[in-house]
């Protein structure tokens, strides 16, 4: 027979906002089970970006201080043009660092407690016992847990959203190649974010993350062809549309960390999307990309799946944890979808202010039209005032 387990709040992934969420509600003594489908704790890939706000989410997590002594502090941005001798420099008023995604995921897993994670459980399927009011999700291995309540931070291709309903993602035609390299000696960028306008209609971004170590993207406009799961093949590629591109641009591919080059399109669920989105059922929802996958213009995602972490933890936890005049399952349960819809109500919003920025920035990257990216800049102009990091100012509040 297969093996039957009962939780009150089962989280499905085990990537960056599975794990915060987690630790979140650990933090405010409440047990969660996350199950993640890798059979290691998954911490591969390159690195993202984090904005104050992100920087904010981390604090209340109490991970602040420890990841803070794995970057240094980045000041400014410039931006420059192969073909130009021209510069542009943005000098940062408020906190932006470049983490390693392996040093992220690693130090979140590190303080939740090992038996609220579990390693290599893929959810297959997913039902609901109305007499129990019970989320069932059955494993690859034939496993079944119930949950009282369920999130899914499963991302993309998320099995919980699908259960919502959610509408399936939308990709820009761009392409983006990340990957991390290490310079033994040091390298001499300093603590400045570079975004170089190449040859042959691509952008090159280097971000340092400590003084020996670089995260770099690029981002192309032309379908890849090949099989790009293949890291060589990535390589090549990348190295092919840089070519005429400064030394340093080319060695930092050439000579980069093979174990975290990657190319993927950028994907987004639209600001209608998120505006119109039911986004619960019963005491299911989502956080992170599973709710709000958006491009990388921004550099928003991983930070705004944090917030979704301390606010959806808040919500919880004053519901959870409050005193109850009865006993009752059904008012438990009662508290616990009024707490999710308080959630969604106040993430709403929020969410709805990045897929906007994030679409028009996409939009003014990709088209060709000039009417098209006159509007687009006009609307920036109209709902951001011109500035594209007031997105860093957001404050999630406490847990």
């Known amino acids: 027979m297969a093996k039957v387990e009962v939780h009150d709040i089962v989280i499905v992934g085990g990537g960056i906002g599975g794990l915060a969420l987690s630790l979140g509600l650990h933090r405010k003594g409440i047990k969660s089970l996350v199950l993640e489908r890798s059979k290691v704790l998954r911490s591969e890939g390159a690195a993202m970006g984090v904005h104050g706000n992100g920087w904010h989410a981390l604090d209340q997590l109490k991970v602040g201080t420890d990841l803070r002594n794995c970057s240094i502090a980045l000041t400014g941005m410039h931006y420059e043009y192969v073909s130009k001798d021209d510069k542009n420099v943005k000098t940062y008023r408020r906190e932006l660092r470049c983490l390693r995604r392996k040093d992220l995921i690693e130090t979140l897993a590190r303080y939740v407690p090992a038996e609220q994670m579990r390693f290599g459980c893929q959810v297959t399927s997913l039902d609901f016992d109305h007499r129990e009011n019970l989320h069932i999700l059955t494993t690859r291995d034939g496993s079944i847990i119930k949950a009282k309540v369920l999130i899914g931070c499963d991302g993309l291709y998320s099995v919980v959203g699908k259960a919502l309903q959610l509408a399936p993602p939308k990709?820009?035609?761009?392409?983006?190649?990340?990957?991390?390299?290490?310079?033994?000696?040091?390298?001499?960028?300093?603590?400045?974010?570079?975004?170089?306008?190449?040859?042959?209609?691509?952008?090159?971004?280097?971000?340092?993350?400590?003084?020996?170590?670089?995260?770099?993207?690029?981002t192309n406009f032309d379908a890849p062809a090949g099989d790009m799961t293949d890291p060589e093949v990535v390589k090549e590629y990348t190295l092919k549309i840089l070519k005429g591109s400064p030394s340093e641009v080319m060695d930092a591919v050439t000579n980069c960390d093979m174990d975290t080059l990657s190319m993927r399109q950028a994907a987004y669920r639209s600001p209608w999307a998120i505006l119109n989105q039911n986004f619960r059922k019963g005491t299911m929802t989502v956080a992170g990309d599973a709710m709000h996958v958006m491009g990388p213009f921004i550099g928003q995602g991983g930070s705004a799946a944090l917030e979704d972490a301390i606010v959806l933890t808040r919500c919880l936890s004053n519901a959870i944890n409050a005193p109850a005049d009865a006993s009752s399952d059904k008012k438990w349960t009662e508290r616990v979808e009024d707490a999710i819809d308080l959630y969604i109500k106040e993430r709403r919003p929020r969410l709805m202010r990045l897929a906007i920025q994030s679409y028009l920035l996409g939009t003014l990257n990709c088209t060709k039209s000039w009417v098209v990216k006159l509007v687009a800049i006009f609307l920036l102009s109209v709902f951001f005032g011109g500035n594209n990091l007031n997105h860093a100012l957001f404050d999630c509040g406490t847990i």
């Open 171 to 218: 990709y820009f035609p761009i392409w983006l190649t990340r990957g991390l390299t290490t310079y033994p000696d040091g390298h001499p960028y300093g603590n400045h974010f570079l975004r170089l306008a190449t040859p042959n209609n691509t952008v090159f971004g280097r971000l340092p993350i400590d003084d020996k170590n670089i995260h770099f993207f690029v």
